[in-house]
C-alpha cells in the first residue's frame, strides 16, 4: 500500500478510541482500536462520566502502536475528533476541576425540561438552530451552576473534548467552532458564540476563549505528548472537532446532497448554504449544526435503526448465527413490495401514548418473520424519504441523490428499498472510516497539500455503488404516497 505523507487522527468514540494513520489518497494504512466505557461519577456515583485520563492513556497506547509502524518522517500532522457536546472546565493550571460528564448520564433532563427558567426554548432553538437534547452542553454548564457554582468561579476554560486531548498534545487550549455548534450556546447565523445565550445562564464567553476553524493549526506536539504517544516533536496540532461534521465532509458529499449514515441509529444530514430554525422545525425535529467550512450548516434529523433490525434478528431469527443478515435478507427479497399488508411503525425508541412507540400491524395467521423483518426496512426507507423531505424544506433544495455510508450501507435489499421509495438514486461509497477521513482532509490542507480542504478532498479517489429506483418505485408510490 502506498504510503506517501501520512495524517495520524486520533478519534474517541462512545464505544472505541482509535488512532488512524492515513496517507494523502484517503488509505488507512495503519490502525489501533481499543474500547471505552463511561465510569460513574466519583461525586455523584449514580451519574456517569467519561475518564479523561484513562482515555488520554488509551490515546497514547493506541499511538505507539499506530506511529511504531509508519515511517515517522512522513507524519505531517495529527488532530482529534469524538463525539460532540461534552467537554470539562479547567483552572489556568490545566488542573480539570470536574470529570467530563458523559452524554449518556440523565443528570441534565431537568435541566432541559426546566430550560425556560433560563430563556424560552423557542427563542432558545431559534438562536442556536439545535434541538433540546437533555445532553446539549448548556445543560451541563447549567448543572455545574446550580450544584458545583464555585468551580465556574474558579475555571479559565471550558474545554470539549477534542481541545482537552489536542491540550494534551500541544499545551494549547483552544476549542473548534464545530464543536462549539454542538453546544446549544452558539448563534448558528453568526457562526460564534451567542452573547443572548450565554447572558441568559450567566456565563462569560471568555470562558471559551477565541474558536478556531477547523484546520487551524492549534499548536504542535509537545516533548512530553511526543514521548508518550510515539509522535515525532512538533509536528502540527490541527483543529478537527466533531465526528459527525467530519464524517459528512470525508464522505465526499457536496453541497444539498445528503448523507446517511447508517447504524445502530440512522443520522440524516446535508451541507446546506441555508437553514431555518422556526417552530416548524423544531416541531420537525430539525437540528443544524456548523459545517466544517464557513458559510455552510449541516441540517440533520435521525431515527432508530439497525438497532431495531438486530431485535427482529434476536428475537426473530435465533438460529441463524454469523449467517442472520444475509439470511434475513435473502428471505426477505423474496417477498412482495408491500409486505402482503405487514406495517411498521419504527418508533422503537419513542413513547406513543400508553403502549409505547414501536407497532407491528397488518398481521395476520399467515404473516411471516420474512415479511415483518421486509416491512420494517420499508418503514425505515419511508422515514428515510420524510427526513428527506423536511432537510429539502428547511435548506430550500432538491436532492440528486444520497450518499449512504456506515455499517446499514451494506443491506443491499435495504439501499435497493432505500432508493424505490425516495425516488433518487442511493450512492454507497467504499470508504469504511470517514469521520477520521475528513480530519486527515483538514490536516492535509493545514501541512500545505491543498490549497483548501477541498482540494485535498478532491485528491482522494471515491468507488460508488449506486442503487438507481428499480421497478417497485412505482408501487411505492401507490402504497406510501407523499403526504
Not at 448520564?105 to 442556536?128: F, N
Not at 441568559?200 to 477565541?210: A, E, M, V
Not at 429506483?469 to 404516497?481: A, H, Q, R, V
Request: aromatic share 8%; with cysteine; net charge negative.
Amino acid at each position: 500500500m502506498h504510503e506517501g505523507r501520512i495524517s495520524i487522527v486520533f478519534d474517541c468514540g462512545a464505544t472505541n478510541v482509535k488512532v488512524h494513520a492515513i496517507n494523502e489518497k484517503g488509505e488507512i494504512i495503519k490502525s489501533q482500536s481499543y474500547p471505552n466505557n463511561t465510569r460513574p461519577d466519583p461525586y455523584y456515583p449514580e451519574y456517569r462520566i467519561w475518564d479523561v485520563d484513562e482515555i488520554w492513556d488509551t490515546f497514547c497506547r493506541a499511538s505507539r502502536k499506530v506511529t511504531a509502524a509508519v515511517p515517522l518522517s512522513n507524519i505531517i500532522g495529527v488532530s482529534v475528533t469524538t463525539f460532540g457536546v461534552d467537554g470539562a472546565l479547567f483552572n489556568m493550571e490545566g488542573e480539570m476541576l470536574y470529570p467530563m460528564i458523559s452524554w449518556q448520564c440523565e443528570r441534565t433532563t431537568a435541566v432541559m425540561k426546566d430550560i425556560g427558567k433560563y430563556i424560552p426554548l423557542e427563542e432558545l432553538y431559534r438562536e442556536s438552530a439545535l434541538l433540546p437534547f437533555n445532553f446539549n452542553t448548556i445543560n451541563k454548564l447549567i448543572w455545574l451552576r446550580e450544584n458545583q457554582a464555585d468551580l465556574l468561579e474558579k475555571a479559565h476554560r471550558w474545554l470539549f473534548a477534542p481541545s482537552i486531548f489536542t491540550w494534551m498534545l500541544s499545551g494549547e487550549m483552544k476549542n473548534d467552532i464545530t464543536m462549539a455548534g454542538t453546544s446549544m450556546l452558539t448563534s448558528a447565523s453568526k457562526r460564534n458564540l451567542s452573547q443572548l445565550i450565554l447572558n441568559s445562564i450567566n456565563i462569560d464567553p471568555g470562558l471559551f476563549g477565541k474558536l478556531a476553524e477547523a484546520g487551524e493549526i492549534i499548536g504542535h506536539v509537545n516533548a512530553r505528548a511526543a514521548n508518550l504517544t510515539g509522535l515525532p516533536e512538533g509536528i502540527p496540532v490541527v483543529a478537527s472537532g466533531h465526528d459527525t461534521q467530519f464524517a459528512v465532509f470525508g464522505s465526499g458529499a457536496g453541497v444539498n446532497q445528503p448523507v446517511l449514515s447508517s447504524g445502530t441509529w440512522e443520522i440524516l444530514m446535508v451541507r446546506s448554504r441555508k437553514y431555518r430554525s422556526d417552530k416548524e422545525q423544531l416541531d420537525n425535529g430539525i437540528s443544524t449544526e456548523l459545517d466544517p467550512l464557513p458559510g455552510l450548516y449541516n441540517i440533520g434529523n435521525q431515527w432508530i435503526a439497525s438497532g431495531m433490525l438486530e431485535w427482529a434478528g434476536r428475537n426473530m431469527f435465533p438460529e441463524c448465527g454469523e449467517e442472520l443478515h444475509d439470511k434475513m435478507i435473502s428471505m426477505a427479497e423474496k417477498v412482495p413490495p408491500g409486505s402482503k399488508g405487514v406495517r411498521i411503525i419504527p418508533a422503537f425508541f419513542e413513547e406513543s401514548g400508553e403502549q409505547g412507540g414501536g407497532q407491528i400491524k397488518g398481521l395476520s395467521m399467515e404473516s411471516t418473520r420474512e415479511e415483518i423483518y421486509r416491512a420494517m426496512l420499508e418503514s425505515l426507507s419511508l422515514r428515510l424519504r420524510e427526513g428527506m423531505m423536511a432537510l429539502e424544506k428547511a435548506g430550500g433544495f432538491t436532492t440528486n441523490n444520497i450518499l449512504c455510508v456506515g455499517g446499514g450501507s451494506k443491506n443491499r435489499l435495504w439501499n435497493q428499498l432505500r432508493a424505490d421509495i425516495t425516488g433518487v438514486p442511493v450512492n454507497v461509497i467504499d470508504k469504511k472510516e470517514t469521520t477520521v477521513l475528513g480530519a486527515a482532509m483538514f490536516i492535509m490542507y493545514a501541512a500545505g497539500l491543498a490549497s483548501s480542504p477541498d482540494e485535498a478532498r478532491e485528491m482522494i479517489p471515491f468507488r460508488r455503488e449506486v442503487f438507481e429506483p428499480g421497478e417497485n418505485t412505482m408501487i411505492y408510490k401507490d402504497l406510501f404516497p407523499n403526504e
